[in-house]
């Protein structure tokens, strides 16, 4: 009997042994997720704990100063834009010479549109006299002082007598070249008024049909052939002679070309202007891409010229 109490008492503690150590086991190898639930026994039988408890690191806290350091991930404005101010002038319906029709009116307000969109504030005049004009150039430039750009653009008849440019009116009566000085704006008074104004940059965009719809070519007494071989056409304007600051001069064709009026909705060369003035486009790449495209739809016949005189080293971004 006694002999057998023994064995029992030797199988329950050799029994013992074998759960404590196979507790043991399965606690060591068993994957952290899955111990979770598992727990060890104590001596003093107080609440446990977690087998496999680790020190969690926090994460860590996204304050307001990162936060506002970042423009992008807070409503902080960023930098604003200067003022940009422009004066648009589309002349198709003359009392006295050659009608361009609808396309320089069309012109001024679609370009009207999209300056607005960047930002412009813009002022638009349709068939405009002489008095008009002379106006809305003097309001511009009391207007574009202090300005980042100062922006303006023609469309319409231009002449050239002698090496002074005009742009004309549509009130304009012109039956021999002294009267242009008396009927149409000598686009250099137009400069005179930019370096007054003052703007940090200043574009004028020049998409004039510079045909001579008036036939004065033929009613002039003049001296020498020479004198109104280029009457219909824009020679090259010094723009460093007028001191200006910051000029750009974009032209809808070439010297002694001229401007071809489209058969949409848009002159040839607006509407290619038009699809490349995009907000963050660089001005000079602007013009580049307008130039190479007119010249793409008009077979070379059109050639778009681009000048500046610049004195800072910074670009103007539409």
Known sequence: MRI??????????????????????????ISPVHAVNITKKTTSNKQTTPASAMPVTPLPVVTNQVLSSNPYLTNTPMPTKGRRIALLIGNGTYNYGGSLGENPKNDVQDLGKALTALGFEVKILVDANLQNVKQAIKVFQEKITGAEMATF????????????????????????????????????????RLKTGGAKHNLIVLDACRNDPFQIQARANIETERAWKDANVFSPIQLNRFNAGNVYLAMATDWGNKAKNGYGRNGVYTTQLLKFLKSGERLER?????????????QMEQNPQF????????????
Do not use: W
Not at 286 to 298: M, P, S, W
């Open 307 to 318: 000048f500046k005189e610049v004195s800072i080293a910074d670009e103007f971004i539409f």
């Open 153 to 192: 653009f023609y469309a319409g008849h231009g002449m050239e007598i002698a090496g002074k440019k005009y742009i004309i009116p549509v009130d304009a009566q012109l039956k021999r070249p002294e009267d242009l000085d008396d009927f149409a704006y000598n686009i250099d008074f137009l400069f005179r």
């Open 4 to 29: 057998l109490i023994c064995l029992q008492v030797l199988f329950l503690l050799m029994l013992g042994k074998y759960d404590s150590e196979a507790q043991n086991i399965s606690i060591q190898g």
């Open 286 to 298: 602007v013009f580049d891409l307008t130039g190479i495209q007119v010249k793409r739809e008009t």
